[in-house]
């Protein structure tokens, strides 16, 4: 009867246990979605263009909405891939664009990587191919703007 007893509680212990490591895993992974769904759904103006400046500390990404509009834009494929470019509607300028690799490390970091920098219209510049090099950033977000901050040199 004691052995019948400890057993029944060893597994109502496992089943608690175990059903709270799988609500924990499900609000991670639910965490990490908001992020992932929420920027790979659009277009975003970006302060910078995203991988160009290895020495850039912060990107600031706010939600596009289809108008004429010069600055730099950002996208990210859901397969893993991203464009950051600089984008003008008269056409006359310089324009650069990188493309790169990014994953979602945890339900608050994203790392970056540039494959390729490459300039269009007035400039006179090869492309570049980047070395592989990641760049990790927090995600954190206010109202309608996304911030990432940069975490390592």
Same mark, same amino acid.
């Given at each position: 009867m004691i052995?019948?007893?400890?057993?029944?509680?060893?597994? $109502?212990t496992f089943a608690i246990f175990f059903f709270s490591l799988s609500i924990i895993g499900q609000e991670m992974k639910n965490t990490a979605n908001?992020?992932?769904? /929420? $920027? /790979?759904?659009? =277009?975003?103006? =970006?302060d910078k263009i995203l991988g160009l400046d290895t020495n850039v500390k912060k990107y600031t990404l706010a939600k596009f909405t289809q108008r004429k509009f010069a600055g730099n834009l950002t996208t990210f494929s859901t397969k893993a891939s991203y =464009?950051?470019?600089?984008?003008?509607?008269?056409?006359n300028d310089n324009f650069t664009t990188v493309v790169g690799k990014y994953k979602f490390l945890d339900q608050n970091r994203i790392a970056i990587s540039v494959d390729t920098v490459s300039y269009h219209g007035e400039w006179e510049k090869p492309t570049e191919y980047r070395k592989? /090099? /990641?760049?990790?950033? =927090?995600?954190s977000k206010s109202e309608d703007t996304i911030v990432f901050t940069r975490l390592n040199d």
């Open positions: 052995k019948k007893i400890a057993v029944q509680t060893n597994i $109502l908001v992020y992932k769904t /929420e $920027l /790979e759904k659009g =277009t975003w103006i =970006t =464009t950051s470019e600089y984008v003008s509607h008269c056409g592989p /090099e /990641e760049f990790i950033f =927090t995600i």
